[in-house]
């Protein structure tokens, strides 16, 4: 049935952050790359630096997975909102300590640089990751910078990596701006990347491929504006549009009315001054275009 094919395409934008969703771009390749070098170089720390819903921590989750592919031992920790003093307990929860490490009576700090160094000892490397290092707490901050910049041996097989957005930057401390060997900054998407994404997911998931018309994808690119999270949520705002209306496929007047509906009048049209003035003249008389949903 054609709503159950649209649905299904709906399924490809759950907006999640599982690796497997991930869009490979040219330019996330290249960061992913550059993060690769950071682990076969043995170097302390890295950058990356993107504005809001380009994809930070979802590179961040899938660096994780590509990096412990390649022997690292990697732990992911997001530090937005997190309250102060409760960073290092969530961050060795999330490192494999064995039952009698976790039951060891012994500082949270202390538990961290034991499995630092049993890493070190067995030549396997560590990579921390830390989304959102300008939202953290102080405490965390602190930690954080004092991991990048000791030079005892036990630290040898660490790597730190950190995301922030570049008006974050000024939160970042030094010790972790001045020591990072690389600075990833995270452009937009461009039309390219969202035809290949839209593609790729529907692809993963079964969908027909012809499940978004090219206006459709046009116009979906031109909305979204390179940012991904954007594009992500309107194809699926999209597609279940579409399916509630019957259609056989996303056309562009689908994205368009699916737009309308995430982004309030006043802000859509402060983004896309076009899509006012391409609007026919209306008055009182004029019945409003029924919402998507409900």
Do not use: Y
Not at 2 to 28: I, Q, T
Not at 29 to 46: D, F, I, T, V
Not at 101 to 118: C, G, T, Y
């Amino acid at each position: 049935m054609v709503r159950d094919r649209l649905d299904l395409a709906a399924s490809a934008f759950d907006g999640g952050l599982d690796p497997a969703a991930f869009h490979c771009s040219p330019s996330r390749e290249e960061a992913l790359a550059r993060l690769e070098w950071l682990l076969a170089e043995r170097q302390r720390c890295g950058l990356i630096v993107a504005e809001p819903g380009l994809g930070k921590s979802h590179l961040a989750i899938t660096a994780a997975r590509r990096l412990g592919g390649l022997g690292a031992e990697t732990a992911v920790l997001s530090l937005r909102g997190l309250p102060a003093g409760d960073w290092l307990d969530l961050l060795l929860a999330r490192l494999p300590l064995d039952p009698a490490s976790r039951a060891e009576a012994v500082r949270p700090w202390l538990a961290l640089e034991n499995r630092l160094r049993e890493n070190t000892l067995m030549e396997r490397p560590t990579v921390l990751i830390f989304d959102d290092l300008d939202l953290a707490p102080p405490d965390a901050v602190e930690g954080i910078a004092r991991l990048v910049a000791a030079g005892e041996p036990r630290f040898a097989s660490t790597c730190v990596v950190a995301t922030t957005t570049p008006a974050g930057l000024a939160a970042v401390p030094d010790a972790v701006r001045h020591r990072s060997a690389v600075r990833i900054d995270l452009p937009p998407w461009t039309a390219e990347d969202v035809t290949a994404a839209v593609a790729c997911a529907l692809d993963r998931v079964g969908a027909a491929a012809d499940s978004f018309s090219p206006p459709a994808i046009e116009t979906l690119a031109r909305f979204a504006a390179g940012v991904p999270r954007t594009a992500i949520r309107l194809a699926r705002l999209a597609a279940v549009a579409a399916a509630g209306e019957g259609l056989d496929r996303v056309q562009a007047a689908t994205v368009e009315r699916a737009w309308r509906e995430l982004v309030p009048d006043d802000d859509a049209a402060a983004a896309h001054p076009a899509t006012r003035e391409s609007q026919p003249a209306t008055d009182s008389a004029v019945r409003p275009v029924r919402q998507l949903f409900g």
